[in-house]
T-cell receptor, first 114, second 113 residues
Framework: NAGVMQNPRHLVRRRGQEARLRCSPM?????VYWYRQLPEEGLKFMVY????????ESGMPKERFSAEFPKEGPSILRIQQVVRGDSAAYFC????????????FGPGTRLTVL | KQEVTQIPAALSVPEGENLVLNCSFT??????LQWFRQDPGKGLTSLLL?????REQTSGRLNASLDKSSGRSTLYIAASQPGDSATYLC????????????FGQGTRLTINP
């Protein structure tokens, strides 16, 4: 059973470009979470999705950031018009269901904005 | 608002020692607590999950305890090895927090051969 997959592993963008980060959850997992780890800071929750629904986006910046988890295909975290402050490691996690379930993390995507 | 604190921020011990990492959280109304390991430049590996109704969990040389009423958890590592060197993160899911994990800042552990 493959773990949580994220791609790309490393992404370099210039200021003003768009970044698209992909996450494929573990087989059988229908809950996806995105977290961000800024340099020298802890991991912070961004958004929680189930298939075709955003359940909690309280940690996501109101502008430029969006997330989706379509019926088919991976979850996508999209950052429009990137700025240097967006440089961070973005981690995706998945779980099979409710709050009592363990979250399993992917290897992360390291975004560098030049 | 839930806050998670880990002490110490960094710890260096000789190989073979037993050690304890500490985690505290401000809101005792949690569903579960999870301990992770993070190697430099890598993702997170889940080590142990303790449900709110449990007092401890064990996996190999690792033992995690939970005292929900006092807002504390400890991760005990027995017979430490250089391969245990990593950052250890503690995270909780609060009853008020939907299903999002709230993380501590981590303890950077170095085991010296």
């Amino acid at each position: 059973n493959a773990g949580v997959m994220q791609n790309p592993r490393h992404l370099v963008r210039r200021r003003g470009q768009e970044a698209r980060l992909r996450c494929s959850p573990m087989k059988g997992h229908s809950h996806v979470y995105w977290y961000r780890q800024l340099p020298e800071e802890g991991l912070k929750f961004m958004v929680y999705l189930q298939k075709e629904n955003i359940i909690d986006e309280s940690g996501m910046p109101k502008e430029r950031f969006s997330a989706e988890f379509p019926k088919e295909g991976p979850s996508i975290l999209r950052i429009q018009q990137v700025v240097r402050g967006d440089s961070a490691a973005y981690f995706c996690a998945s779980s099979p269901g409710a709050v009592y379930n363990e979250q399993f993390f992917g290897p992360g995507t390291r975004l560098t904005v030049l | 608002k839930q806050e998670v604190t880990q002490i110490p921020a960094a710890l260096s011990v000789p190989e073979g020692e037993n050690l304890v990492l500490n985690c505290s959280f401000t809101d005792s109304a949690i569903y579960n607590l999870q301990w992770f390991r993070q190697d430099p430049g890598k993702g997170l590996t889940s080590l142990l999950l303790i449900q709110s109704s449990q007092r401890e969990q064990t996996s190999g040389r690792l033992n995690a305890s939970l005292d929900k009423s006092s807002g504390r958890s400890t991760l005990y590592i027995a017979a430490s090895q250089p391969g245990d060197s990593a950052t250890y993160l503690c995270a909780v899911i609060s009853v008020q927090g939907a299903q999002k994990l709230v993380f501590g800042q981590g303890t950077r552990l170095t085991i010296n051969p």
